[in-house]
């Protein structure tokens, strides 16, 4: 029980210890580069961004180098192809939130077809008949919303996300299909299993990337910052661009001019 | 006299259409001519790298490429962004230096190590700020096709890259943040950040050897 009561208030005290400085306001070049940065929780963030670089380097990548030599571009596909499939139903409970009926459909189509014509989601057939994947998840629903980022957090294991993006982590946990059915000991495995391999085909896609950024940036944590929030914010660019509403056949079109 | 103020501002007003007009007598891309030099640029960079030479032949050729089609100048000024007040004369020139010799030495260890590489050009769009995007896919042996979008501009009558985009990351301003963080981390030193860049001058010369 003390040791319950104790634990948030020890997080609590490692969090504050690790807030940073911010420079005087009068030193305007530095105070303005402290505010665009908006890490306020840097030293802690950087705790995690090292411990996680260890342990990829002695875990994670080892295993993805292993297992780029027994698969090839082809498997690692399907892979990914099955793993997007399982990520269907979230993407079209996000989409509804966020009022993308278009963006909605498309995601009920590729899970029903990938699901059944791609043999449980194996193959990508709905994108060639013109249904690709646009990613979305809670953190951009939120974003949709008007909900701003917030201070960026690099999170053990999970690594680069911020305070309005690490509310997916359990909204995605409760939306995926293994999450409906009973819970079992065969559903657990499966869910392990599913989860081990699709985070080594993803470091696998990624090794010269993340090896390259590695060996060229001055600040890799800074750059994996910098990278992180382009990349949300270009996803959110692209579920806007992706959302086309077009009126349906059956429904009284205007007229032609 | 008391005209003097109306005077000025009636000459004000006179100058407002020339100010109007200035940004437009800048000669933007068009993007044809965008689409052709990526598509030249990018066999002759090519050329090089599925070519016959040895590795050392091959990296003094393409940094020649590079400083030929890459803005290079334009693209330090923005990488060092709101710096460029801060820092000495002698500062911004070295800094110019060191930018020139890590550009060249990161795109080419990146190219070379690649062989087999091909790429096709997909189209081309304007962008606000006179800019065009070229949007190409890039496949390399053993890995997925990437799309990778190039930014042109017209620098003083020709066509330059001045940026390079892939899935919505644009490289420029990725930099500008790495660089920027040396700095603040440093206590606002734009010291700080020559002698990062000189370390890494020194390493990737190293592994290029």
């Known amino acids: 029980m003390v040791l319950k009561k104790t634990v948030p ?35 802690t963030n950087r705790v995690f961004y090292k411990v996680n670089d260890v342990l990829d380097n002695n875990v994670l990548k080892p295993v993805a180098i292993g297992y780029k030599d027994i698969t090839t571009t082809g498997f690692r596909q399907h892979v990914d192809d099955f793993a997007t499939n399982l990520g269907e139903p979230a993407r079209l409970v996000n989409f509804m939130m966020e009022g993308k009926s278009r963006l909605a459909g498309t995601a009920l189509v590729r899970f029903l077809m990938n699901s059944t014509v791609g043999i449980g989601g194996i193959f990508d057939p709905a994108t060639s008949v013109g249904y690709p994947e646009t990613n979305t998840d809670f953190g951009l629903t939120l974003a949709d919303w008007g909900v701003g980022e917030g201070p960026y957090l690099y999170l053990p294991l999970l690594g680069p996300s911020d305070v309005r993006d690490a509310t997916n982590i359990p909204i995605e946990f409760l939306l995926t299909p ?23 085909n993803t470091r696998t896609d990624l090794l010269g990337p993340i090896d390259q950024i590695k060996e060229t940036a001055l600040d890799p944590y800074a750059t994996f910052r910098s990278l992180y929030r382009q990349n949300r914010a270009s996803q959110l660019k692209q579920i806007e661009k992706r959302n086309v509403l077009t009126t349906p056949d059956w429904y009284p079109q205007p007229a032609q001019k | 006299m008391a ?38 640029a990018g066999n002759q960079l090519l050329g090089v790298i599925n070519g016959p030479d040895s590795t050392a032949q091959k990296a003094a050729a393409l940094r020649g490429i590079v400083e030929n089609i890459v803005a290079v ?14 820092a000495t004369p002698a500062q911004k020139t070295e800094y110019m230096q060191l930018f020139h010799d890590l550009l060249a030495y990161n795109i080419t260890a990146q190219i070379r190590a690649d062989k087999g590489i091909t790429f096709k050009v997909n189209n081309a769009q304007a962008q606000p700020g006179g800019t065009v995007i070229v949007d190409t896919t890039v496949n390399r042996p053993s890995a997925a096709p990437t799309d990778v979008g190039w930014v042109v501009q017209d620098v003083s ?19 500008r943040s790495d660089y920027a963080s040396v700095i603040v981390s440093n206590g606002g030193q734009v010291s700080a950040l020559l002698a990062a860049m000189q370390k890494q001058v020194a390493h990737v010369k190293s592994l290029s050897q």
Do not use: H, W
Not at chain 1, 24 to 39: G, K, L, V
Not at chain 1, 180 to 200: C, K, M, R
Not at chain 2, 3 to 29: F, H, K, S
């Open chain 2, 73 to 86: 100048d334009q693209v330090g000024q923005f990488v060092l962004g709101r710096y460029t007040n801060v």
């Open chain 2, 3 to 40: 005209n003097t103020p109306r005077r000025v501002m009636l000459g004000a007003l006179a100058l407002l259409p020339a100010l109007a007009l200035a940004p437009l007598a800048r000669a933007d891309v068009s993007t044809s001519a965008a689409s052709a030099f990526i598509t030249q």
């Open chain 1, 178 to 200: 293994t999450a409906a059915p009973p819970a079992s000991t065969g559903l657990s495995v499966f869910s392990y299993s599913e989860t081990g391999l699709s985070l080594v």
């Open chain 1, 9 to 43: 208030f020890l997080m609590l005290g490692a969090l504050l210890a690790g807030c940073a400085t911010p420079p005087p306001q009068s030193d305007t070049a530095a105070y303005q580069a402290y505010q665009e940065q908006n890490d306020p929780l840097q030293p």
């Open chain 2, 157 to 175: 009558g020709s066509p330059k890259i001045v940026d390079v985009v892939v899935e919505g990351t644009s490289l420029r301003v990725t930099e």
